[in-house]
């Protein structure tokens, strides 16, 4: 059965920091692209990051400098380090899994997880 779990998400106070885990079972996270995404009470979804099968990576603007995405492959997981987080960093956080694109870090995403919370607030 192919299966994304998100974990990591908690309640952490600006400035803090949290690293989110997406771990596949039934496939081999390194050969597809893994987007990670987020969406806030009463918005839309939005992409985050995303990291291909041969390591081309994306970020949205409002991330960068502080979240990294990176592969463990040996532990068939794909995390996103959040560094200096903000209150607007807030919402539900997804993984998804897509066939790798020549040439692009994101994909089309056919398999997501089911959500992780990260809240920032003091």
């Known amino acids: 059965q192919v299966q994304l779990v998100e974990s990591g998400g908690d309640l952490v106070q600006p400035g803090g920091s949290l690293r989110l885990s997406c771990a596949a079972s039934?496939?081999?996270?390194?050969?597809?692209?893994i987007g990670w995404f987020r969406q806030a009470p009463g918005k839309e979804r939005e992409g985050v990051s995303c990291?291909?099968?041969?390591?081309?990576?994306f970020y949205t603007d409002s991330v960068k400098g502080r979240f990294t995405i990176s592969r463990d492959n040996a532990r068939n997981t794909v995390s996103l380090q959040m560094n200096s987080l903000k209150p607007e960093d807030t919402g539900v956080y997804y993984c998804?899994?897509?066939?790798?694109?020549?040439?692009?870090?994101?994909?089309?995403?056919?398999?997501w997880g089911q959500g992780t919370q990260v809240t920032v607030s003091s």
């Open positions: 998804a899994a897509g066939p790798p694109i020549d040439g692009k870090a994101c994909a089309l995403y056919g398999y």
């Open positions: 990291i291909n099968n041969s390591d081309g990576i």
């Open positions: 039934g496939f081999i996270l390194d050969d597809y692209a």
